[in-house]
């Protein structure tokens, strides 16, 4: 078992702290619509009904050999969902639709608006694109079932189509959300041990097309000096014959897939048949150390949570237009904008560039064009459109009968002008809360079941039973108004497998610290540790504080501290780096770094600039820290370990305690002098 944890600086201790709020309730509209308005559902997906009611998602599912055992314990708690079930995601999203509705639109593209028109993609045409490039896949690339690929893709429908090509395959896709940089995706490139990187040449965003096709070129590079060859670059183009990647294409290595693609026009490829445990994709995510975690989702239990959330969260009906404004390189866009809505027969929308530009109204407008009626976006989005555009939507004429919020805790005094403003106080707000380990929604309302709490994300959703540990492993109860850390009690179908090539780590990092019994093949001994810091109403309702780990939320995008100090010692006279996260009125959370330079090492006019610079480099432009502060010193234990809670409490303006027992009390008023002034 792992030792505690000592957590010195979290998210959760400069959590905002607002008042609980009353309820808002659906209207009878609403309810009549819904797909989900059964309150026997919560009954039915109580812990004693525990494994056997997942049967009903899995049974939203087209499988070619139907399941056995539905939660298989035997290697807990790296758990098996639906065993002994034979199904391909990629025929779930697409093959099953055609017969009546091949002409519906399953993806609506809105580029940035250049000079490109809107693109509809029907089920038949995404059926037409899938089984052509999954055959380039097969006889160009040579992928097989069980190989990964990378991606490092931008927002544009050659994403999905990737990743379904891949699921027809059994070829376990890696995607790189499009803004990490070509070292960040070097790492990912060797854990996952890809062949084979999927990219494009450029994309636009702000009204710039942005060569994106260097990255794979440093990517490559990087991967191949750890040791990780790279046989073929495979390189969309975002506007063939119009223009291209500015950086020149390798020889013998880099291919244009429009250019090859011709080779295959008309091939159809039979989607294989994998096994329910089988891996789908990988999504990396950050952790407490400097090494991203690639989380491992299977393919049946993944697929069922996903595509029944969809169904009863987001309510979505196969008339509705639906759009998840992330990006589909998080784990948000890969359940929620790709297999959750196609396989539930949806039209999503993907979209390039942001909400904020040309101008604030970009989204209401694209909204009102496409009659979208199902809004999904973060808090950080709908501070920053609050803030440029509050008057906006009312300038629309689109009607969002559901709007969804999720990746950080939002405020109430937010949560009202999305509900009043954006949903035009007739669309019902639901709070997900929820991970990339988790696959789908934790805690939410059920739209037309259980009532809006603003600020609050709700309670665990049927068949997720939340619990809240203190320190010492007893039971925070309901209603005691006390912090502390959120588990969930048992498994569920959309759960992360493991992490790949990492079992121990994936066992100490979510399961050593409340485990009751190592040895045990029983769900009930593992209960899973979120990292997140929750408070639970007197009415079940739970209330996320943030993490509780070294991890910080920055606009909705999950950072790991260490990566980040990681990235800035490669700056050769950096000697120590220190990250806390630091409140922001639009983002939530952002990066202050702390820096000590090497015995020697003078800090020069370009040295906070340059470490910056690293740091966007290494990983990307999201990490940028707010402020690089050069420090004559950090604030110290006895035994030599950064005090990062006194540095936050610096950034924050808050107080820094009793710091009398540091080996060096005097530098915290030095630094507090720098930073406060
Ligand atoms: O701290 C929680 C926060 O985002 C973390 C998960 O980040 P990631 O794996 O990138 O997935 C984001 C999208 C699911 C959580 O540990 N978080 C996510 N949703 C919410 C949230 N915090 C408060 N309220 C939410 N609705």
Redesign the pocket.
Known sequence: MAEKEVVETS?AQIAVHWQEEGYYYPSTEFIAQANMSDKGIYERFRLENFPNCFKEYADLLDWYEYWETILDTSDAPCFKWFKGGKINASYNCIDRHLKDNKNKTAIHFVPEPIDARYEHITYQELYVRVNEFAALLRDFAGLKRGDRVTLHMPMVPELPIAMLACARLGVIHSQVFGGFSGTACADRIIDSGSNVLITMDAYYRSGSLIDHKQNADVAVEHAEKDGQKVDKVLVWQRYPGKYSAKTPMVDGRDYFVNDLLKNYYGARVEPERMNSEDPLFLMY??GTTGKPKGCQHGTGGYLAYVTGTSKFVQDIHPEDVYWCM?DIG???GHSYIVYGPLANCASTVIYEGVPTYPDAGRSWRIAQDLGVNIFHTA?TAIRALRKIGPDEPAKYNYHFKHMT??????EPEVWKWYHKEVGKGEAIIV????????GGFL??TLPAITPMKPGS?GPGMPGIHPIIYDDEGNVVPRGAGKAGNICIQNPWPGMFQTIWGDRDRFVDTYFARYCKDPSSKDWRDWPYL???AAVEAEDGYFR?L??IDD?I?VS???LGTKEIESAALVVPEVAEAAVVPVAHDIKGKEPDLYIALKPGCEASDDMAKRISDAVCDEIGKIAKPRKVWIVKDMPKTRSGKIMRRVLGAISNKADVGNVMTLANPEIVEEIKAMVQK
């Open positions: 998210e995510t950050s992330a998080w784990i948000t808090p919020t999720v990746g950080e805790p939002i709070d997900t809360w929820w991970q990339t380990e988790t805690c939410s994300a979120t990292g997140d996320i943030g993490r991890v939320n909705g995008h999950r």
